[in-house]
T-cell receptor
Framework: TQLLEQSPQFLSIQEGENLTVYCNSS?????LQWYRQEPGEGPVLLVT?????EVKKLKRLTFQFGDARKDSSLHITAAQPGDTGLYLC?????????????FGSGTQLTVLP | EAGVAQSPRYKIIEKRQSVAFWCNPI?????LYWYQQILGQGPKLLIQ????????DSQLPKDRFSAERLKGVDSTLKIQPAKLEDSAVYLC????????????????FGEGSRLTVL
């Protein structure tokens, strides 16, 4: 059972369009990370959000952490073919002094030229 | 700086055979993770080490999977006997720390080992 549900699962858009990917959970997370994974490679960290309501921008990517720290969104403006990849959210929770990081189900984005 | 190294990149075996994967984390990273990623899904944590101790192995199928990190550096993940449903990419990751006071560090992933069980 995935604690983190991502939507949509697949997204295919034309270059220049905008898009939003969602990451939802019934659990509260102390922080949330977004990773991007390309074929044949491991995921690479894009951003970490820690505070409820926090918004971070990375060039054309905007990340938001929900006020209740249960959900997050990733918005891409003017998508480019280089944005193609599997986008993964990962929620962190503490268990004692250890951190548990759980990944979402992923959103496969394809940007067509 | 060298990244996380994994081998082999690809492995094809028949069901009931055994297989082992090796991971060398980034130098100085105390925490090492093994994830299983089935095609089209997000990574699922199998086991997490802090130095040479196990922090979390709650999702490791212990009847067939085992992992060790004897000297607190590199690690091996073994599957014996393999089942068809074990076909997946096995990702190794490392991070500098994992305790609250060390912050929510970035995970650095290797390229993965793709296993096909026939």
């Amino acid at each position: 059972t995935q604690l983190l549900e991502q939507s949509p699962q697949f997204l295919s858009i034309q270059e220049g369009e905008n898009l939003t990917v969602y990451c939802n959970s019934s659990s509260v997370f102390s922080s949330l990370q977004w990773y991007r994974q390309e074929p044949g490679e491991g995921p690479v960290l894009l951003v970490t959000v820690v505070t409820g309501g926090e918004v971070k921008k990375l060039k054309r990517l905007t990340f938001q952490f929900g006020d209740a720290r249960k959900d997050s969104s990733l918005h891409i403006t003017a998508a480019q073919p280089g944005d193609t990849g599997l986008y993964l959210c990962a929620g962190a929770r503490s268990s004692g002094s250890a951190r548990q990081l759980t990944f979402g189900s992923g959103t496969q984005l394809t940007v067509l030229p | 700086e060298a990244g996380v190294a994994q081998s082999p990149r690809y492995k094809i075996i028949e069901k009931r055979q055994s297989v082992a994967f090796w991971c060398n984390p980034i130098s100085g990273h105390a925490t090492l993770y093994w994830y299983q990623q089935i095609l089209g899904q997000g990574p699922k944590l199998l086991i997490q080490f802090q130095n040479n101790g196990v922090v979390d192995d709650s999702q490791l199928p212990k009847d067939r999977f085992s992992a060790e990190r004897l000297k607190g550096v590199d690690s091996t993940l073994k599957i014996q006997p393999a089942k068809l449903e074990d076909s997946a990419v096995y990702l190794c990751a490392s991070s500098f720390g994992q305790k609250l006071r060390e912050g929510w560090g970035e995970l650095f992933f290797g390229e993965g080992s793709r296993l096909t069980v026939l």
